[in-house]
T-cell receptor, first 115, second 112 residues
Framework: ETGVTQSPTHLIKTRGQQVTLRCSSQ?????VSWYQQALGQGPQFIFQ???????GRGNFPPRFSGLQFPNYSSELNVNALELDDSALYLC??????????????FGPGTRLTVL | QKEVEQNSGPLSVPEGAIASLNCTYS??????FFWYRQYSGKSPELIMS????GDKEDGRFTAQLNKASQYVSLLIRDSQPSDSATYLC????????????FGTGTRLKVLA
């Protein structure tokens, strides 16, 4: 059984650029959630994807967007990068069962630095 | 009021002692509660989940849930220096979406 993987590990971008982060979910899981963790803070929910559809979104602007593919892997896209977007971006994989919720397992994260 | 509150610490305990970590939450309808451990520079690692009032034990870890008082705690028995990390409390609120709301975490230092 493979765990959650994310790529790249680290990324440096400049303000105004666009970035795409990738996540492969754990074997047997059908849901991917994305979180942003600023230094010294807890992870903040960005959005969740289930069956290739967005299944809930946190308080993030539309320039944060995502995709889920038929193999349950996912991408997080951020346009018009701002300095405050510098953070650890975490992907969490889970098996979602309607009415029962899920237990989320995190990947290693992508450290994004915006200069 | 923050949705999930934790004391940021650091909480320092001697090796072999019991570490007690606490978390309160604001959404009375919350149903699922989780404890994650996060080492510096790493991603959160699930320690335990708890859904019903009372205690749940797993090895040296015990999670305690009291929905009436809206708090959840984590006890670590026989604390080891390797337990030194930030412990994150996460709550799945009753909003209908399966997001987790995290506290800011409590930094635990186990002194050898």
């Amino acid at each position: 059984e493979t765990g959650v993987t994310q790529s790249p590990t680290h990324l440096i971008k400049t303000r105004g650029q666009q970035v795409t982060l990738r996540c492969s979910s754990q074997s047997g899981h059908n849901t991917v959630s994305w979180y942003q963790q600023a230094l010294g803070q807890g992870p903040q929910f960005i959005f969740q994807y289930y069956r290739e559809e967005e299944n809930g979104r946190g308080n993030f602007p539309p320039r944060f967007s995502g995709l889920q593919f038929p193999n349950y892997s996912s991408e997080l896209n951020v346009n018009a990068l701002e300095l405050d977007d510098s953070a650890l971006y975490l992907c969490a994989s889970s098996l979602f069962v309607a009415g029962m919720g899920d237990t989320q397992y995190f990947g290693p994260g992508t450290r994004l630095t915006v200069l | 009021q923050k949705e999930v509150e934790q004391n940021s610490g650091p909480l320092s305990v001697p090796e072999g002692a019991i570490a007690s970590l606490n978390c309160t939450y604001s959404d009375r309808g919350s149903q699922s509660f989780f404890w994650y451990r996060q080492y510096s520079g790493k991603s959160p690692e699930l320690i335990m989940s708890i859904y019903s009032n009372g205690d749940k034990e797993d090895g040296r870890f015990t999670a305690q849930l009291n929905k009436a008082s809206q708090y959840v705690s984590l006890l670590i028995r026989d604390s080891q220096p390797s337990d030194s990390a930030t412990y994150l409390c996460a709550v799945n609120p009753s909003s209908g979406t399966y997001k987790y709301i995290f506290g800011t975490g409590t930094r635990l230092k186990v002194l050898a």
